[in-house]
């Protein structure tokens, strides 16, 4: 590997930009979107790649089953948490890791110090997501039976009146 593939391939980890990569890496910025591409192509620019990739997921403890923990924390989240048995709003300190891993933000009042709003993940989006890992839900249209290409090209495939 040259000097030049070096600097590729760590410049592309930094936003995964082919194209700025490569003019870091020297390219000319008129031929960098190409160079970009071939240099992705190349099958040692790509082991190294996902050799890297595999440690920073392994050092991040990245995984299906992580993750999908977490989502399930933001979709199955109960508000009342966030209240002692008084009604009043607890502190950050009281809150249990499921409930703090469901606030996104929270403002505070500068002069008083005091939270005047709590920022929660959207309770809706995160059902969606966790409904479309689980496979409850999809983008896509699924057929199951047989359709001849006649029913496909004409609708339901009925007879047409001349």
Do not use: W
């Not at 606030?103 to 002069?111: A, L, N, R, Y």
């Amino acid at each position: 590997m040259n000097p030049r593939q070096a600097i590729f391939i760590a410049e592309y980890e930094v936003d995964f930009n082919a194209t700025r990569a490569a003019i870091a890496a020297g390219f000319a910025p008129k031929s960098a979107e190409v160079a970009g591409s071939r240099l992705l192509r190349r099958r040692d620019v790509q082991a190294i790649l996902a050799e890297r990739q595999a440690r920073r997921v392994e050092k991040l403890d990245i995984s299906v089953e992580r993750t999908a923990r977490e989502l399930a924390k933001l979709a199955y989240f109960d508000p009342g948490r966030l209240f002692d048995d008084k009604g009043r709003v607890k502190k950050i300190a009281e809150l249990d890791e499921v409930t703090r891993a469901a606030v996104e933000g929270f403002d505070v009042d500068p002069s008083t110090g005091k939270v005047t709003r709590i920022v929660l993940a959207k309770k809706g989006q995160n059902l969606e997501r966790m409904m479309r890992y689980l496979g409850m839900m999809t983008d896509r249209v699924q057929h199951s039976g047989t359709l001849t290409l006649e029913q496909l090209v004409c609708g339901s495939g009925a007879d047409e009146a001349g």
